[in-house]
């Protein structure tokens, strides 16, 4: 059974840092795809980055491109989001999200991806 476990949100001040993590369990597929989304208040829950393990391609949000970056620790099956420059709006709920299916799609669409964590919160205070 796919498990996604998310951690490392918190508060922090408008220009701060975070890093959020995932980790992967359950899963035999050598190739998949895993991404970082985000739900505020009021609103849907909507791409952040996605990466191919394959090649670590990546693909970002265009709201979030130059401040995050989305990598993954291959060894410790953990799915890394490392946020600088944070601002008020980057404030939700962030999930983890998997695919393992041959081939993937590496896009920030919801639809594409079949396994969700529980999400970690992120407040980002002006």
């Known amino acids: 059974q796919v498990q996604l476990v998310e951690s490392g949100g918190g508060s922090v001040q408008a220009g701060g840092s975070l890093r959020l993590s995932c980790v992967a369990s359950g899963y035999t597929s050598r190739t998949y795809c895993m991404g970082w989304f985000r739900q505020a208040p009021g609103k849907e829950r909507e791409g952040v980055a996605t990466?191919?393990?394959?090649?670590?391609?990546?693909y970002y949000a265009d709201s979030v491109k130059g401040r995050f970056t989305i990598s993954q620790d291959n060894a410790k099956n953990t799915l890394l989001l490392q946020m600088n420059s944070l601002k008020p709006e980057d404030t939700a709920m962030y999930y983890c999200a998997a695919q393992f299916s041959s081939p993937c799609a590496i896009s920030l669409s919801r639809a594409n991806f079949d396994y969700w964590g529980q999400g970690t919160p992120v407040t980002v205070s002006s």
């Open positions: 990466i191919y393990n394959g090649d670590g391609s990546t």
